[in-house]
C-alpha cells in the first residue's frame, strides 16, 4: 500500500454527481424510518418540523459553502476549525464528527434492517453487519463506482418518495395540519429528532479533492441538495399523515410502506420497502465515503495516525479509513435502537454546526481578505448576520436533545481531549 504523499485522490465527479452523493445521503433512513417517530412527536404538525430541521441545515449550509470555496480540500470540518481556532479544537470537531457520522451510519443500517426483516423476516443486526459490509467492499473498489451506484441508487429511493407524494394528493386538505398534540414543543421535539433526515449535506465538502472545480461545484452542490430534498420531505411528510394520520404514522416500524398499503395493499408494501432498502443502503455507502475522506484528511494533516492516510496505489482509495470506520460502524450496532443513535448523531452534528460557523464568523475577522469565491450575503461591518442565526439555531435545538444523551456527548468530548493528549505525548500525531 502506498502513503497519501505518494498517491493523491483522483478527480472524477462533477457537479451533477456530487448533488446526487449529497441528495442520496440525505433520502435516507431519515425519511423512510424517523417520519413515522416524529409524527408521534408533532402530529399532523410534522411538516412544520421538517422545514425547522431545514433552516438549521441551510444557515449552516451557507456557511460550509463560504469555507469550501476557501478551503477545498479533504478533511473539511478539520481544516476549517484549525484556521479558525487552532488545532487543539480541530481535533475535537474532526474527531466528534467522524465518531457522530460513523454512528449515523449504524444508525441507517438498522433502518436498512427494518425493512429488510419486514419483507424476509430476517435478524436485525447481522442484516445490519452484512449491509456495511458490502458498502464496504464497494469503497474499497473505487470512488467513482461508489458515486455511480449512489447516483443510481438516489434516483430509485426518490421514486420510491415520489410514489408516497402521488399516493397522498388525493387526501391533502382531508385533515388540519396544524393539530400538534404536544403543543409546539413537540413540533421542535420532532424537528431535533428529524434533523438527523437532513444529516449528509455537508459531508459533500470532504470530497473537495475529488470534484472537479471544488470552489463552484462544492458550495452548490450543498445548497442544492438542502433545496431538493427539503421540497421532497415536505411534500411526503403531509401525504403521510393525510393517509395514515399521526397516530398510526408515529407506532410504524415501516411507516412509508405502510402509507402506500393503505391504499394499494401488500404488493405495493413490498415495492416501497424494496426502495427503501435501496435508500438506506444507499446513504449507508455515501456516508462511509464521504466520512472515510474527513478522516484521511486528518490524517495526512497529523491529527490522526499515519496509516489512515495512505492510499490504496491502483484503487485510489483510502483503504484503512474505510476498514476503520466500517469497524466501528459494526461495532455501534450493539448501542441500542434507531432513535437513540440519531439522538447522539444529531448532538456531534449540532456542536459541529455551531463550531463551523462559529468559524466563518471567525475567519471573516481574522482573514477579511481571504479569497472567497462563495461569500454569504447579510453583514453588519464584518460581523456575517446568518452564521450567527446558525449557531444560536443549532444552540436552540441542544436544548430539545434528551438530558442523557447530553451527558453521553460531554463525556465523549473528555474522551476526545484527553485521547489527543494523549496520542500526541506518544508521537502519533502532530
Same mark, same amino acid.
Given at each position: 500500500?502506498?502513503?497519501?504523499?505518494?498517491?493523491?485522490?483522483?478527480?472524477?465527479?462533477?457537479?451533477?454527481?456530487?448533488? +446526487?452523493?449529497?441528495?442520496?445521503? @440525505?433520502?435516507?433512513?431519515?425519511?423512510?424510518?424517523?417520519?413515522?417517530?416524529?409524527?408521534? &412527536?408533532?402530529?399532523?404538525?410534522?411538516?412544520?418540523?421538517?422545514?425547522?430541521?431545514?433552516? @438549521?441545515?441551510?444557515?449552516?449550509?451557507?456557511?460550509?459553502?463560504?469555507?469550501?470555496?476557501?478551503?477545498?480540500?479533504?478533511?473539511?470540518?478539520?481544516?476549517?476549525?484549525?484556521?479558525?481556532?487552532?488545532?487543539?479544537?480541530?481535533?475535537?470537531?474532526?474527531?466528534?464528527?467522524?465518531?457522530?457520522?460513523? $454512528?449515523?451510519?449504524?444508525?441507517?443500517?438498522?433502518?436498512?434492517?427494518?425493512?429488510?426483516?419486514?419483507?424476509?423476516?430476517?435478524? $436485525? %443486526?447481522?442484516?445490519?453487519?452484512?449491509?456495511?459490509?458490502?458498502?464496504?467492499?464497494?469503497?474499497?473498489?473505487?470512488?467513482?463506482?461508489?458515486?455511480? &451506484?449512489?447516483?443510481?441508487?438516489?434516483?430509485?429511493?426518490?421514486?420510491?418518495?415520489? $410514489?408516497?407524494?402521488?399516493?397522498?394528493?388525493?387526501?391533502?386538505?382531508?385533515?388540519?395540519?396544524?393539530?400538534?398534540?404536544?403543543?409546539?414543543?413537540?413540533?421542535?421535539?420532532?424537528?431535533?429528532?428529524?434533523?438527523?433526515?437532513?444529516?449528509?449535506?455537508?459531508?459533500?465538502?470532504?470530497?473537495?479533492?475529488? @470534484?472537479?472545480?471544488?470552489?463552484?461545484?462544492?458550495?452548490?452542490?450543498?445548497?442544492?441538495?438542502?433545496?431538493?430534498?427539503?421540497?421532497?420531505?415536505?411534500?411526503?411528510?403531509?401525504?403521510?399523515?393525510?393517509?395514515?394520520?399521526?397516530?398510526?404514522?408515529?407506532?410504524?416500524?415501516? /411507516?412509508?410502506?405502510?402509507?402506500?398499503?393503505?391504499?394499494?395493499?401488500?404488493?405495493?408494501?413490498?415495492?416501497?420497502?424494496?426502495?427503501?432498502?435501496?435508500?438506506?443502503?444507499?446513504?449507508?455507502?455515501?456516508?462511509?465515503?464521504?466520512?472515510?475522506?474527513?478522516?484521511?484528511?486528518?490524517?495526512?494533516?497529523?491529527?490522526?495516525?499515519?496509516?489512515?492516510?495512505?492510499?490504496?496505489?491502483?484503487?485510489?482509495? /483510502?483503504?484503512?479509513?474505510?476498514?476503520?470506520?466500517?469497524?466501528?460502524?459494526? +461495532?455501534?450496532?450493539?448501542?441500542?435502537?434507531?432513535?437513540?443513535?440519531?439522538?447522539?448523531?444529531?448532538?456531534?452534528?449540532?456542536?459541529?454546526?455551531?463550531?463551523?460557523?462559529?468559524?466563518?464568523?471567525?475567519?471573516?475577522?481574522?482573514? /477579511?481578505?481571504?479569497?472567497?469565491?462563495?461569500?454569504?450575503?447579510?453583514?453588519?461591518?464584518?460581523?456575517?448576520?446568518?452564521?450567527?442565526?446558525?449557531?444560536? %439555531?443549532?444552540?436552540?435545538? $441542544?436544548?430539545?436533545?434528551?438530558?442523557?444523551? &447530553?451527558?453521553?456527548?460531554?463525556?465523549?468530548?473528555?474522551?476526545?481531549?484527553?485521547?489527543?493528549?494523549?496520542?500526541?505525548?506518544?508521537?502519533? @500525531?502532530?
Amino acid at each position: 500500500m502506498s502513503k497519501g504523499k505518494q498517491v493523491k485522490l483522483q478527480r472524477s465527479i462533477g457537479l451533477f454527481e456530487a448533488t +446526487l452523493c449529497g441528495v442520496g445521503i @440525505v433520502l435516507g433512513a431519515g425519511i423512510y424510518v424517523l417520519v413515522g417517530k416524529a409524527a408521534g &412527536l408533532a402530529g399532523n404538525a410534522v411538516w412544520i418540523s421538517f422545514i425547522l430541521a431545514a433552516l @438549521v441545515s441551510l444557515f449552516t449550509g451557507l456557511s460550509y459553502s463560504e469555507l469550501s470555496s476557501m478551503f477545498p480540500r479533504a478533511g473539511a470540518e478539520y481544516v476549517y476549525t484549525e484556521n479558525a481556532f487552532g488545532r487543539h479544537a480541530a481535533f475535537l470537531v474532526g474527531f466528534l464528527l467522524v465518531s457522530g457520522i460513523t $454512528i449515523a451510519s449504524s444508525a441507517v443500517s438498522l433502518g436498512f434492517a427494518g425493512y429488510f426483516n419486514a419483507i424476509f423476516h430476517t435478524p $436485525i %443486526i447481522p442484516t445490519a453487519i452484512a449491509l456495511i459490509l458490502a458498502c464496504t467492499a464497494i469503497l474499497l473498489y473505487g470512488v467513482k463506482q461508489s458515486a455511480g &451506484l449512489g447516483a443510481l441508487f438516489t434516483l430509485v429511493e426518490a421514486t420510491g418518495l415520489f $410514489i408516497i407524494i402521488a399516493i397522498g394528493l388525493p387526501h391533502l386538505g382531508s385533515i388540519n395540519f396544524m393539530i400538534m398534540p404536544f403543543g409546539i414543543k413537540g413540533v421542535f421535539s420532532a424537528a431535533a429528532l428529524i434533523f438527523f433526515a437532513y444529516i449528509g449535506f455537508e459531508e459533500i465538502v470532504n470530497m473537495a479533492e475529488e @470534484v472537479k472545480n471544488p470552489t463552484r461545484n462544492i458550495p452548490l452542490a450543498v445548497l442544492l441538495s438542502i433545496a431538493i430534498t427539503t421540497v421532497i420531505y415536505v411534500l411526503v411528510a403531509l401525504a403521510a399523515v393525510s393517509v395514515l394520520g399521526w397516530q398510526e404514522l408515529g407506532a410504524s416500524t415501516s /411507516p412509508l410502506a405502510d402509507v402506500a398499503a393503505v391504499v394499494f395493499g401488500q404488493k405495493i408494501f413490498t415495492i416501497i420497502a424494496v426502495i427503501a432498502l435501496f435508500s438506506t443502503s444507499n446513504t449507508v455507502l455515501l456516508i462511509l465515503l464521504a466520512n472515510s475522506r474527513l478522516a484521511y484528511g486528518m490524517a495526512r494533516d497529523g491529527s490522526f495516525p499515519k496509516i489512515f492516510s495512505w492510499i490504496h496505489p491502483r484503487r485510489k482509495t /483510502p483503504w484503512a479509513t474505510i476498514l476503520a470506520i466500517s469497524g466501528f460502524s459494526i +461495532l455501534f450496532l450493539f448501542f441500542g435502537g434507531l432513535e437513540a443513535i440519531a439522538d447522539l448523531t444529531n448532538l456531534a452534528i449540532f456542536i459541529t454546526f455551531i463550531i463551523i460557523n462559529g468559524s466563518v464568523i471567525m475567519l471573516r475577522f481574522t482573514h /477579511p481578505n481571504a479569497s472567497r469565491p462563495f461569500k454569504i450575503p447579510l453583514s453588519v461591518g464584518r460581523l456575517p448576520l446568518v452564521p450567527v442565526f446558525g449557531l444560536l %439555531i443549532n444552540l436552540f435545538m $441542544i436544548s430539545y436533545i434528551e438530558l442523557k444523551v &447530553l451527558i453521553y456527548g460531554f463525556i465523549f468530548l473528555i474522551f476526545a481531549f484527553l485521547l489527543y493528549e494523549v496520542m500526541s505525548r506518544l508521537k502519533m @500525531v502532530r
